[in-house]
């Protein structure tokens, strides 16, 4: 079966505005989404692979629709914008320097029965000669079926998800370092957070766990979160305490002093630091 070359496919009616910004951050982490005329399981919930230029690298994206009734979707390609307060913006819009023009699809609509399942396949060619860089775009799934809401009155409602695809081309890869620390508003509550600097050519995400204990004494672990530090970039990224056996996460109180070492990828970054608002 031939792919279609995605630059062609036709831009998305984006009908969604309230589903879209509330998946902006399901983009980033594991996708499911649910809406009136949109039901199904996105997996993987990202892709992060490695490509070489003048290769054509085939991947598979599955999808669930798990409606009653038949669903009906379109698969398109979007690039994406990654804002300071952590939400995410998808375009349409060829971006300056955008590696979809090197993306096909397997196809433009799709069908699904219910409960059945999808292996949706697509293909990154980055040119031969390319040098080494990452060639980050969305997968869009944007559910068909208009739904009625209100009554009798019926509205086409149009939900979608963003599964975010990173492709290291020709070894391109993070360089990650800790450039400042403070304790910054996090859903209104403050928190230990860490700015760090990606000087690489690839998108790089801390990982690990560290040892907090706050001014009462108190002791629990605490881990980044998972977010995308995109190059050429400073990403505040918060330390979050981990809750064991479903246990909620504790309250700290400040100072808090945190030692340890946080990684990315085979990389150390040892923490010993006070956080004090």
């Not at 600097?197 to 002791?219: I, K, P, S, Y």
């Amino acid at each position: 079966m031939n792919l279609l070359p995605a630059s062609r496919l036709p831009a998305s009616r984006l009908t969604a505005a309230l589903l879209t910004a509330a998946l902006g951050l399901a983009a980033l982490l594991p996708g499911t989404a649910f809406a009136q005329g949109f039901a199904a399981y996105i997996s993987p919930p990202r892709f992060e692979v490695q490509a070489d230029a003048g290769k054509p690298l085939r991947q598979v994206l599955e999808i669930q629709h798990v409606g009653q009734q038949k669903g009906n979707y379109r698969v398109y390609t979007a690039d994406w914008t990654f804002n300071a307060d952590n939400a995410v913006s998808f375009s349409t819009e060829l971006a300056p320097d955008s590696c979809r023009p090197w993306v096909a699809l397997e196809r433009r609509e799709l069908s699904i029965e219910p409960g059945a399942r999808y292996r949706f396949r697509f293909e990154i060619s980055p040119p031969a000669g390319t040098p080494p860089r990452e060639c980050r775009f969305a997968l869009m799934v944007e559910g068909l079926d208009p739904a009625k809401v209100q009554g009798a009155i019926s509205f086409p409602v149009g939900g979608r998800i963003g599964v975010i695809v990173y492709a290291a081309i020709g070894g391109a890869a993070p360089q990650l370092a800790i450039s400042t620390l403070q304790v910054s508003p996090v859903n209104g509550q403050p928190t230990a957070t860490l700015d760090v600097r990606n000087t690489g050519n690839a998108h790089g995400r801390l990982e690990g766990f560290v040892n907090g204990t706050d001014a009462a004494g108190a002791r629990f672990e605490m881990a980044p979160a998972d977010l995308p530090i995109l190059p050429g970039e400073t990403r505040r990224i918060a330390l979050i305490p981990v809750a064991e056996n479903g246990q909620t996460v504790p309250d700290i109180r400040f100072p808090l002093q945190v030692k340890g070492s946080l990684e990315w990828g085979a990389n150390r970054l040892p923490l010993d630091a006070r956080f004090a608002p």
